[in-house]
Structures are given as structure tokens and as C-alpha cells.
């Protein structure tokens, strides 16, 4: 009696697979290397000669015919498993949701704009300059002439266009502070804010693009004691009146003499921890006295003119502000963390 499944049986069991896993494992049974189709191929040799051929034409057709059943079959599951997946992450865009929240600023931005509010409000003004800068208003005007080691300090990022190295994406926003000088006699009280650009490696605290915010005084006997000042002035305005600031001295081509401006570590209070690495102070950017030289770049007279300027990162500000302990956060649009601010 021939036991073996009928072509009705095996176009049923095809037709009733429900899923693409499940004709796979029909598949392994219908031609692996257990299935009747492989035992009866291999009892081909056994044969007698006319037999054989016969018997394998038929075997190689029942093969094709299975093979053609299975490939029409997954092809269909496929498509429906492929339509219930699109279906599950379709997102209709058409549909209109009441009473949804409404966004909010970027931190980066709330805090540029309270830097802003700060200093307008001690009687600064607030200027902008173009992001692609020459090398004369990034490096030369500022101090730095060509060959100047301080140059090695700044990743650039060199632009396309004019004289090899003569044209970059602005490593500062100091060059707005020569550009307003050219433009503006003194008096000068102002802040530039902005976008600047460096080669840096993307870590917990630094970022290839980042904000800047600087200011600017050039007067008649202006002192370091005002550069001081202001600088307690603004920490207290931004941080609260229990955090202090201190001058170190430090080095920048277009001031002189040049300090880093720290402030009471906000983590700790000025006890000492890890943030602070036990010390109580956390940098916060640079300052000093104009550079004579800068101020002779933009004719302005050094015998009759005195100023000072200082700089630093609004992202930094943020960070410590808010307790965050990575600036990557400021840029992975994680609405989780955004919501909070």
C-alpha cells in the first residue's frame, strides 16, 4: 500500500500555514533531507535502469510543483505580516489631538536669552557678527599674528574659498568684538553672543559646536578692579548672592594682563567634591585687559582708551545651573530631557 502524501495533501498543508515560520519549518519537512521526496531520490539507484529515469523526471517535477506552492505561499504570508507590521507602526499625521502642550525654548536658548536680559540690564548692548570669519578678525586683529603658538590652542575649521587658511568657521565670537570696534567709537559697553566652531572630539564636555558669549567695555579709566566687578556683579545676578567669583591669572594674546574667571563651585558651595576636584572653584571662562595692540588694530588710541573683556560658554552655564553633569544632553533632542527645562 503506497502510504506516501498526496499532492492534495501537501497543497493543503501549504495553504495552511499561517506564518512565514511556520512554511519554513513545512519546507524542512516537505524537501530537507528527511522528507519522503529525499528517501525516494535515494532509492532511486535501486532501480532498474528504464525505471529510474521515469522515476526521476517525476521526482524532479513533484519537487519544482512543491517548491513553486511553497515560494507562492510565503510570498503571500510575507506581504500580510509586512501590511500588519506597517499598519502597528503607522503614525497619522493627519490627526488633530486637543489640548496638546505647546513646545518651549531649547535650554541652550533660555539661557542666552537670560545672559542677555543680565548684562542689558547692567547697560551692556547686544551685538552679532557672521559665523564665517576671515583670519584677519579671528586670529590677526586679536593678537595673533601668523606662526603665533597661542593659534595651536584653536581646532579651525578652514572654509573653502579665497587664500589656503584665510577664510574659517569663527573658533570665537571675539571677532565681533573688532568689528563693533571698527564700527563704534568709544564708549563701548557690549556682549556678543553666538555660534562658534572647532575640531574638537565630542565628549561629557566639549562639543565641535558650541555658543559663546563675550563682552566688551572700552572707556576712559577703565581698571581691572571694573573687570572684577562687573564679573561679581553678573555672577551674583545669574548664580544668587551665595555664590562668589575669583580672578586667577592666566594668559590670552588679545588681553593684558589675563586672568580665568571662576566661580563658587554650585555642587558643593565651595566645600569641595569631585565636580570641583575638592578645590571649591569651578572655571567658568577667560577676561583681562584689551591687548594696547587690539586696540591699535582698530584705531582706536591706547593712550586715551583703556578696556576690558571677558568670555565664556552659555552650554557651561546651563550645565551647572541645572546639575547636569554631561553637555552631550544639550544635543540628543531627548524629549524626556528637554521637557525638563
Not at 528517501?39 to 532498474?48: C, E, S, T
Not at 584677519?136 to 601668523?146: G, H, I
Not at 568689528?179 to 562658534?196: C, D, F, H, N
Not at 561679581?232 to 555664590?243: K, L, S
Request: hydrophobic share 40%; charged share 25%; aromatic share 8%.
Amino acid at each position: 500500500m503506497d502510504d506516501r502524501i498526496t499532492d492534495q495533501d501537501i497543497a493543503a498543508r501549504i495553504t495552511s500555514s499561517d506564518s512565514v515560520a511556520a512554511l519554513a519549518e513545512l519546507t524542512t519537512e516537505l524537501l530537507g533531507k528527511g522528507s519522503d521526496l529525499a528517501a525516494r531520490k535515494a532509492a532511486l539507484g535501486a532501480l532498474p535502469p528504464e525505471e529510474r529515469r521515469g522515476e526521476g523526471r517525476r521526482l524532479n517535477d513533484e519537487r519544482v510543483a512543491i517548491e513553486a506552492a511553497l515560494a507562492a505561499r510565503r510570498a503571500e504570508l510575507a506581504a500580510g505580516e509586512r501590511a500588519a507590521r506597517y499598519e502597528a507602526e503607522r503614525l497619522d499625521l493627519t490627526e488633530v489631538v486637543p489640548h496638546l502642550r505647546r513646545g518651549h525654548l531649547h535650554l541652550v536658548t533660555q539661557t542666552l536669552d537670560e545672559l542677555e536680559d543680565i548684562f542689558v540690564g547692567m547697560g551692556f548692548t547686544v551685538a552679532e557678527g557672521p559665523v564665517v570669519e576671515t583670519d584677519w578678525y579671528n586670529f590677526e586683529a586679536l593678537n595673533f599674528p601668523a606662526g603665533h603658538p597661542a593659534r595651536n590652542m584653536y581646532d579651525t575649521l578652514y572654509v573653502d574659498l579665497g587664500e589656503p587658511e584665510s577664510t574659517l568657521l569663527r573658533t570665537h565670537t571675539s571677532p565681533v568684538q573688532i568689528r563693533v570696534m571698527e564700527k563704534q567709537a568709544p564708549p563701548i559697553y557690549s556682549v556678543m553672543p553666538g555660534l562658534t566652531h572647532r575640531r574638537d572630539t565630542t565628549d561629557a564636555s566639549h562639543l565641535p559646536n558650541f555658543h559663546q558669549i563675550e563682552g566688551l567695555v572700552v572707556d576712559e579709566g577703565i581698571t581691572f578692579g571694573d573687570l572684577a566687578g562687573t564679573l561679581e556683579a553678573f555672577t551674583h545676578a545669574y548664580f544668587g548672592g551665595d555664590i562668589q567669583s575669583r580672578l586667577r591669572p592666566s594668559y590670552f594674546p588679545f588681553t593684558e594682563p589675563s586672568a580665568e574667571y571662576d566661580v563658587t563651585c554650585v555642587f558643593c558651595k565651595g566645600a569641595g567634591c569631585r565636580t570641583c576636584s575638592k578645590t571649591g572653584w569651578l572655571e567658568l571662562g577667560g577676561c583681562g585687559m584689551v591687548h594696547p595692540n587690539v586696540l591699535r588694530n582698530v584705531g582706536i588710541d591706547a593712550e586715551v582708551w583703556s578696556g576690558f573683556a571677558f568670555g565664556f560658554g552659555p552650554e557651561r552655564m546651563a550645565l551647572m545651573k541645572h546639575g547636569i553633569n554631561d553637555i552631550r544632553e544639550l544635543v540628543t533632542n531627548d524629549i524626556r530631557f528637554l521637557e525638563q527645562f
